[in-house]
């Protein structure tokens, strides 16, 4: 198995084709332009920096172009980059192709959507079980193939049904330990809490906000999507309200992005089980490439910590 960008130590040289996943451009100290690269392959993702561009780098190195790189891997304020020391356009003789960089979720679409549609089948309240259905089906195309975000965490092809499936069963758990919980609330506000990043983000590969997403954002969007689908279905029961606020206050505070504060349990546990099921991926990610007994880079998301691998894991 070819070894990944992620899986280089500080000090390897490495000369590999990867995937320009984001570039920017910016002007050094000395007034000369440079670009922050973001790196990719099926593991993950480097940052990297190529000094002294030209307009032609800035065209040859856009979001989605392939590249060979050579250089060395460097640690800088706490994480690895890649210092580039001679990089190019790839051709068709490179025999390379986009989909040889993705990284993507570990279950089957076919899978997380068979899961997703029995935990919309158990639910009990027509209202509630309607709507639920009635978004999923409307967003179900995009939804198996959206990223849960740009970065941080699940950041990945089908990275949002996956991270919707794995709440689903942290709800079904959790439900379990606590019955007083409403299931259909809850499995309802985990399916629809992030639909909206169908339209706020641009797509699977080399994700950015579109216009629609820096104005309104995934939570306006799907709070606006519950009301047009309940007009639709012919819907004006309580639960409609109570499905917005879920979505609405599924960040948990205002800090944090949340128009609204978690008024009710199951939005309360909503959050819990958003935030659990983030941190956990983010985790999982930066000690997947750590020996026991060494630290991870830090993780920006998690208050810049580097965590620690005990020597006695796995």
Same mark, same amino acid.
């Given at each position: 198995?070819?070894?990944?960008?992620?899986?280089?130590?500080?000090?390897?040289?490495?000369?590999?084709?990867?995937?320009?996943?984001?570039?920017? %451009?910016?002007?050094?100290?000395?007034?000369?332009?440079?670009?922050?690269?973001?790196?990719?392959?099926?593991?993950?993702?480097?940052?990297?920096?190529?000094?002294?561009?030209?307009?032609?780098?800035?065209?040859?190195?856009?979001?989605?172009?392939?590249?060979?790189?050579?250089?060395?891997?460097?640690?800088?304020?706490?994480?690895?980059?890649?210092?580039?020391?001679?990089?190019?356009?790839?051709?068709?003789?490179?025999?390379?192709?986009?989909?040889?960089?993705?990284?993507?979720?570990?279950?089957?679409?076919?899978?997380?959507?068979?899961?997703?549609?029995?935990?919309?089948?158990?639910?009990?309240?027509?209202?509630?079980? *309607?709507? !639920? *259905?009635?978004?999923?089906?409307?967003?179900? &195309?995009?939804?198996?193939?959206?990223?849960?975000?740009?970065?941080?965490?699940?950041?990945?092809?089908?990275?949002? &049904?996956?991270?919707?499936?794995?709440?689903?069963? $942290? /709800?079904? /758990?959790?439900?379990?330990?606590?019955?007083?919980?409403?299931?259909? $609330?809850?499995?309802?506000?985990?399916?629809?809490?992030? $639909?909206? %990043?169908?339209?706020?983000?641009?797509?699977?590969?080399? !994700?950015?906000?579109? !216009?629609?997403?820096?104005?309104?954002?995934?939570?306006?969007?799907?709070?606006?999507?519950?009301?047009?689908?309940?007009?639709?279905?012919?819907?004006?029961?309580?639960?409609?309200?109570?499905?917005?606020?879920?979505? $609405?206050?599924?960040?948990?505070? /205002?800090?944090?992005?949340?128009?609204?504060?978690?008024?009710?349990?199951? /939005?309360?546990?909503?959050?819990?089980?958003?935030?659990?099921?983030?941190?956990?991926?983010?985790?999982?990610?930066?000690?997947?490439?750590?020996?026991?007994?060494?630290?991870?880079?830090?993780?920006?998301?998690?208050?810049?910590?580097?965590?620690? %691998?005990? !020597?006695?894991?796995?």
């Amino acid at each position: 198995m070819v070894k990944g960008i992620t899986h280089y130590e500080v000090g390897e040289q490495v000369d590999v084709y990867l995937l320009v996943k984001s570039s920017v %451009k910016g002007v050094a100290s000395n007034g000369k332009p440079f670009l922050s690269l973001v790196l990719q392959d099926q593991t993950g993702d480097i940052e990297a920096k190529l000094w002294d561009c030209s307009p032609e780098d800035e065209a040859d190195y856009m979001p989605e172009k392939i590249v060979k790189v050579f250089g060395d891997i460097q640690n800088y304020r706490g994480k690895n980059q890649l210092k580039i020391r001679n990089i190019r356009s790839v051709s068709d003789l490179d025999n390379v192709s986009i989909s040889d960089f993705l990284e993507v979720a570990p279950l089957e679409k076919d899978e997380m959507m068979s899961k997703i549609t029995q935990y919309i089948f158990e639910m009990r309240n027509p209202n509630i079980q *309607r709507i !639920t *259905r009635h978004l999923l089906k409307k967003h179900q &195309a995009a939804f198996i193939q959206y990223p849960a975000a740009t970065k941080n965490h699940h950041e990945f092809i089908s990275g949002l &049904a996956y991270h919707v499936v794995s709440m689903l069963d $942290l /709800a079904k /758990a959790i439900s379990s330990l606590y019955p007083s919980l409403d299931k259909d $609330l809850l499995y309802s506000g985990v399916i629809l809490h992030d $639909l909206g %990043k169908v339209m706020e983000l641009s797509g699977p590969i080399s !994700t950015v906000y579109t !216009t629609e997403g820096n104005l309104l954002g995934h939570i306006t969007i799907m709070v606006n999507e519950i009301g047009k689908a309940a007009e639709e279905l012919g819907i004006h029961g309580e639960e409609v309200m109570i499905l917005q606020h879920i979505v $609405l206050s599924h960040h948990g505070k /205002a800090e944090w992005g949340s128009p609204k504060p978690p008024l009710i349990k199951e /939005a309360e546990i909503l959050h819990y089980i958003d935030n659990l099921d983030a941190k956990m991926n983010m985790l999982d990610r930066a000690l997947e490439r750590v020996k026991p007994g060494e630290f991870s880079d830090r993780v920006f998301a998690l208050d810049n910590r580097a965590f620690y %691998k005990p !020597t006695f894991h796995n």
